[in-house]
């Protein structure tokens, strides 16, 4: 296999083409970071809303074992979900026999009312035809003794919020109506917790109203602790009421969103007549307030206790009302949920910046959208509402909309750990909190306990930071109080020294990659896999002090720190320059990069450059620079071909700056602390405009230092992509001893991806860069030969170590143990694969080796011996090999030992003992046994565990 | 039998006695029993969750979204550098992928994963629907390594194809295929382990012992590996292998292509420990190690012992059950809880072999229960016959062990404290001691609280 890379110029485009995309679109063939599951746990969760009801899923046995655990990991109850536990063969000939078996079995352990079977990818991917095989099932006899209902949800056909209506669509199309009318309203719900279920049916009891409500997971996922345990779920909606959803007076459906085709009350009004009432859920004042109005005119009796509850609600909004609006949230989950969410925040003028969804439902998006134009303040600014979305365009999204509260299932918390947002869990799946089952968000109650949570997430994050952020903001030591230059964009364009800003386009777009840099290896991934570059050693001096480097080498923005390298003269860059044009046909670039400043001697740098230019008028120009002293020679430089430009910013903020550079050298006279800092910075966003003016691609180098510009290199990114440089590279800072930050830790790789991720969203990021040495030539991945070690001390022989051991004095036995697991002697003699060897006085045991006897093979499958069933017979003359193997020792240690084996290890003189010991002291102890003459014993009993 | 046993399970339910004196031998390595509610999960899983821990690597589910849902950051193992891999990539097939075949999106995922992510290593996970649907997932690893120079790497693990234990086997396989272009470069003195996870930081606890010795730990497989990490694995000396079930199979290819010999080690309680580092430094001959390793065990040894001491008196008599993956690691448990004074009444596994019943039919003793891939059914009818009064099992399991008001020990994939080592032992007895000294068991089965 070739671990070389093709370069060839039609990869090269294709891959430039998905480089130029990636920063800021999605990803359109990966789900990264999904905001949902698969249709089967949908469907089981509903279930587990009907009384006495199992599921069975038909697939292999994995689907059922996740659903199992992600469900009972957020209800903390037990969650039993069977399998048809499809196998090869099933998937190959089909899988009717298992099914059935699946169904005998299950009915057999659990006796419930209702068995459910909802399929898996593979039963129809295979074709499946689970109505068909549960009609021929029921049609058995003796007749079973459960209702079967079977559905059709394969985990590509949607998420699990269809899977969810698929169930409760299926329920009542093959529950036996009976169309008696009655008094009573039919309730379906989408995906609520198990006590908003119960909330549920507290209020309509309280409304004194008759109702079937479905499903209902109010007690089976949220069991009471009972000293009876009932592994069949007991409570739910029984066969029976289903059996009376027909002759309702109406169905209230509580989900905006579920699709006509899986709606339970569509079918009931088509096929039954029953009057049909969607509502959102009952979540927020307004909703709340429609949900109650609705069943008011439905004849229901609303008490004092309900209207108080409202009061209570409104005087909470009130209270918080001045918190909720410093909130900007991002809200995920499932489509009915977010909707709901964004309607409550709205309401409490908390921002929704963010809306997403991982399933795809007709008509989210312009209900959440039209909710948020018409209702949401202008001045929490541009929104986005997204279906079919996972964590990676919710983050995306609620970065650049700076959103400081994430609410939704508990798989946020990854996003809520990486960006410091606090999450409000609220809907399933949650494995990090308890208490799933007990999300109250139904109501005026359920909507007080949303937006508490809401707000006192957003209350704790103010009250931690807030003295920290307004000291920093505010706060001036006396220090440097001559001029503090308030760098902020504004004021930079207006302060660049002499420069006409060229246009007013300082809040520009991230600017795209421009083809051209693709040539420069280290401005691109792929040239940097083709294209070689020269660096020219040409510039010695320096014009600024940083903390971290030590001048005895390298510049260490440029170049690992450590490495020196001898200085050229403009003439011998030349001469160098040609040896490597010949050696390396493919060097696209040369390149000044110091091995001080290379704008620190500009003559030398200008004169190299300038040397080059006649001999090849070809060849890319790169320098590496400050800044600080480079603005005035960007035109020349620009005028001999300089087409790349990198530019070391480390901070955009005079205040992280000091901390960074010790002092500058500008026009003669040195300056220190926050004045060197604001002159540099000032010059260095001079150059940078200008150089993107001139139309040169600039990169930015950020040397990241542990606790001094972590935080602000995001700052640093967005500033210098508003003034136009074209990519960013954050690089590691290398600690020297003997500089002042020295002492810093050396950030890990994974650190630096973070912060460059972040950075990322601003201005595009090159992550290959090898922080080469000033006088670097060839491939940026030519210096990456792996340097494998000499071998060291060899492994020392055998007959070596015996030396060493018996040279400690006294006699040594050399004994054998049979063991699989390594740890124990858990091994008959006879089913030895492996002796360990070891060496022992009686005081102390000493491995010396392991033997290797067993044949090659084994189960194919595990490696491990087929000893199944009793264990394959050995090959003839096996034992005799067996024996041979431990000739030189003295004794055996092994589960048990067969008398024929006994009898030829005692023939030649070796004595035999069983135990199950750890092989250390069944060593031992045989050991001792020898060397106190008491070795022909075999019995266990002898080594009886201590 | 008790009530509630199928008769397709009986023979894999024994008693120690039968399995020790009686010379029986329990049913087990099969297909799961069609609707007995197997604890096991499939054999993706198991690929997945011996190379998850790679750090670097990029974990793409070829598939439909819920495998990758579920798993995602399956494994609580823990990353001193790149956190990549506690990401959750899926290609997210749908219906028209299903009718038209995935690679198309596959090869675009491809492009965009090495474009913005540029990771060393791919892992292409074929599950179910991929196996059912033929996409030739060869041949687009083939051409985007030509293409990229990186490696991908096709695992082929549809869940119908067998148990966990043969994605333990792919994903042996798939790090055979990863390191195997190294295998000639030279041997150095140093250590690979395989089969430690690094959950809790615990492999970041047994390096620590290695360097104290001033032994070298090469490669870890896979525990806070990188794709770097693990083509040293080819140079090492010694294989130390760990959790057994799962990698014994990549020793053995080892031993045979590379030409390094392995030992199985237990990490897990004290007397393990102690045999699997005195093991290490034998087994390499280095004299001046094997006497910093007597002083290491020496003196972790008496710190473990005093630390445990207090835990003794509250766990004395309790009874343990444990229903585990592999039977390696319920060997271990066994011992760990015998050490502790507790006796084990119940012992179970996923996917243990017959020899490994017969030994814990051995430690448990004569009228243990001992199971293979039980239900929740025969735990709970076992449980509560033998009286456990703590359950060690998987995040599946504690629900039902709380609702029988039984103590639950973590010794799984989310446990957050670490369990190996001689650090391992002290929280070992913390965590089951906390557990089953808590109050809430004496109100749970207090009868009726009116009277």
Known sequence: MSLEWVTSSKNLRSFENKIKKYIMTKLSNICANPCKMCQPLGAITAFYGLKKCMSLLHGSQGCSTYIRRHLATHYNEPVDVASSSLSEEGAVFGGEKNLFKGLDNLIKLYSPDIVAVSTTCLAETIGEDVGAMIKRYLERAPKPAAEVISLSTPGYGGTQFEGWFRALRAVVEQVPMKKVSLDSINVVTGPISPADARELKKTLSALKLNYILLPDISYNLDGPFSLEYNRLPQEGTSIEQISQMAGARVTLELSPFCPDNLSPGLFLRDNYGVDLIRLNLPIGLRDTDIFLKTLKDLGAVIGDDIIQERGRYLDAMLDSHKYSAQGRAALFGEPDLVYSLSRLCVENGLATIVAATGSIAKEFKERVENELQQNQSPLAGPFSVLDGSDFTDIEREAVKGEVNLLVGNGDGRRLAQKRGWPLVRCAFPIHDHVGGQRIKNLFYEGSISLLDHMVNSLCSNLESSFRKDLKNQYFRSNFGQDKVLELDLEDLENNINGMAPASKSIQRPIREYVPKKLAHPCFSLEASHSLARLHLPVAPDCNIGCLYCLRRYDCANESRPGVTSAVLNPEEALERFLIVKKKFPNLSVVGVAGPGEAMASPEKTLETFRLIRKSDSDILFCLSSNGLALAPYLRDLKDLGLSHLTLTVNAVDPKIGQKIYGHVDYYSKRYRGLEAASIILANQMTALKMAVDLGLIVKINTVLIEGLNEEHSEQTAKTCAALGASIGNIMQHIPVKGTLLGEKRKLSRAELQKTSEKCALYLPQIRHCRQCRADAAGLLSDDRSIDFTKPEEGLMDIAAKVENLAAGGGRQVKIAAVSKSGVLVDQHFGQAERFYIYLSDGNEVRLLETRNVASAGGCSRCGKPDTIGGGEARPKGFIDKLVKAVSDCEAVVAVRVGESPQSKLAALGIASFATYESMERAVLAAAGKILTGKSQQTDSSNLAVG | ?451
Not at chain 2, 316 to 332: E, L, P, Q, R, T
Not at chain 2, 354 to 368: I, M, N, V
């Open chain 2, 1 to 451: 039998m008790p009530q509630h046993i199928l008769e397709d399970r009986e023979l894999s339910i024994a008693t120690g006695s039968d399995l020790t004196s009686e010379g029986k031998t329990i049913k087990c390595g099969q297909n799961s029993v069609s609707g007995s509610v197997s604890q096991r999960a499939c054999v993706y899983c198991g690929a997945r969750v011996v190379l998850n821990p790679i750090t670097d690597a990029f974990h793409l589910v070829h598939g439909p979204i819920g495998c990758a849902s579920y798993t995602w950051d399956i494994r609580g193992s823990l990353s001193s550098d790149s956190e990549l891999f506690r990401q959750s990539f899926s290609t997210d097939l749908k219906e028209k992928d299903v009718i038209f075949g995935g690679v198309v999106k596959l090869k675009q995922a491809v492009d965009e994963i090495m474009a913005r992510f540029n990771p060393p290593v791919v892992f292409i996970y074929s599950t179910c629907l991929v196996g059912v649907i033929g996409d030739d997932v060869d041949s687009v690893c083939r051409e985007s390594e030509r293409r990229y120079g990186a490696r991908f790497i096709n695992v082929k693990a549809p869940g119908f194809a067998g148990h966990k234990a043969l994605g333990y086997k792919l994903a042996c396989e798939a790090l055979f295929e990863l390191i195997k272009p190294f295998r000639d470069n030279p041997k150095v003195k140093g250590i690979n382990i395989l089969g430690d996870y690094n959950l809790a930081g615990e492999i970041w606890i047994i390096k620590n012992y290695f360097k104290e010795v001033g032994l070298k730990v090469l490669s870890v497989f896979t525990g806070d590996s990188s794709y770097e990490s693990l083509i040293k694995a080819p140079t090492a000396s010694l294989n130390v292998v760990q959790c057994a079930g799962s990698m014994t199979y990549l020793a053995k290819m080892m031993e045979e292509s590379f030409n390094i010999p392995y030992v199985k080690a237990s990490f897990f309680g004290l007397e393990d420990t102690a045999s699997a580092l005195m093991k290490t430094v034998d087994l390499l001959g280095d004299s001046k190690a094997r006497q910093k390793a007597k002083s290491l065990v020496e003196r972790e040894g008496r710190k473990t012992h005093e630390a445990v001491e207090k835990y003794l008196p509250l766990l004395k008599g309790k009874k343990a059950a444990i229903f585990v993956g592999g039977g390696f690691k319920a060997v271990s448990l066994v011992r760990q809880f015998k050490a502790l004074g507790l006796e084990t009444v119940l012992v179970g596994t996923q996917t243990g072999s017959a020899e490994d019943y017969e030994l814990l039919g051995e430690l448990a003793g004569p009228s243990a229960v001992i199971l293979d891939d039980a239900n929740p059914a025969e735990l709970e009818t076992f449980m509560r016959q033998k009286g456990a009064d703590i359950l060690v099992g998987g995040v599946k399991e504690r629900p039902l062990a709380y609702k029988l008001g039984v103590a639950f020990c973590d010794h799984n994939h989310e446990r957050k404290a670490p369990l190996a080592g001689f650090a391992g032992v002290e929280n070992f007895a913390r965590e089951i001691t906390l557990s089953i000294n808590s109050p809430v068991w004496a109100l749970a089965r207090a009868s009726s609280f009116l009277d």
